[in-house]
């Protein structure tokens, strides 16, 4: 049963570089959504996108932007990268992304390290 | 926006006994509250979630109950196992706006 999957696993980047994130929703979903979890606190929203188009947008920085392609894939970038920018990037897919009841389903995550 | 606060942010008990969590939420109009289990390295998992036209929900030893006009709700897990061992993240989310938030995590350790 193929899940959400995420690549890489792991990243090291330095200040001022930039990183693409990518991940893969289940078969059938078409809503990605982004977040970011530092060490020690819960997921923070970053994105939604469905149907290719961006849905919803947290409290962050124009450095992080993102697109779903035409297969509901999904890429996260961040240009510019920060020491605070190192954290666990979790994608999350969903059937339409908007309702109680439409279960976000978490990828295993991105670990960032910015140094 | 929306915040929502947990405690405790560690909580031990003994195999067997319950464990207890509790999620307070700002905005009243949230009506979808999940619960996340998320174990070492592993990606979070949905355990239970509730709406706000429920007050209660239970799936075997796992259980959320809420109240809406506190503004709160709560994760009961009885007759804990070691493999409950895991940090246990609530959330809510407002109609409309298609996000979850999360709280900080309560790191539940079950001792044998």
């Known amino acids: 049963d193929a899940g959400v999957t995420q690549s890489p696993t792991h990243l090291i980047k330095t200040r001022g570089q930039q990183v693409t994130l990518r991940c893969s929703p289940i078969s059938g979903h078409k809503s990605v959504s982004w977040y970011q979890q530092v060490l020690g606190q819960g997921p923070q929203f970053i994105f939604q996108?469905?149907?290719?188009?961006?849905?919803g947008r947290g409290n962050f920085p124009d450095r992080f932007s993102a697109r779903q392609f035409p297969n509901y894939s999904s890429e996260l970038n961040v240009n510019a990268l920060l020491l605070g920018d190192s954290a666990l990037y979790l994608c999350?897919?969903?059937?339409?992304?908007?309702?109680?009841?439409?279960?976000?389903?978490f990828g295993a995550g991105t670990r960032l390290s910015v140094l | 926006g929306e915040n929502v606060e947990q405690h405790p942010s560690t909580l031990s008990v003994q195999e067997g006994d319950s464990a207890v969590i509790k999620c307070t939420y700002s905005d009243s109009a949230s009506n979808y509250f999940p619960w996340y289990k998320q174990e070492l390295g592993k990606r979070p998992q949905l355990i239970i979630d509730?709406?706000?036209?429920?007050g209660e929900k239970k799936d075997q030893r796992i259980a959320v109950t809420l109240n809406k006009t506190a503004k709160h709700f709560s994760l009961h897990i009885t007759e804990t196992q070691p493999e409950d061992s895991a940090v246990y993240f609530c959330?809510?989310?407002?109609?409309?706006?298609?996000?979850?938030?999360f709280g900080s995590g309560t790191r539940l350790q079950v001792q044998p």
């Open positions: 959330a809510a989310s407002i109609p409309g706006r298609r996000a979850l938030t």
């Open positions: 509730i709406r706000s036209n429920v």
């Open positions: 999350a897919s969903s059937l339409a992304g908007a309702g109680p009841g439409d279960i976000q389903y």
């Open positions: 996108y469905y149907e290719k188009e961006e849905r």
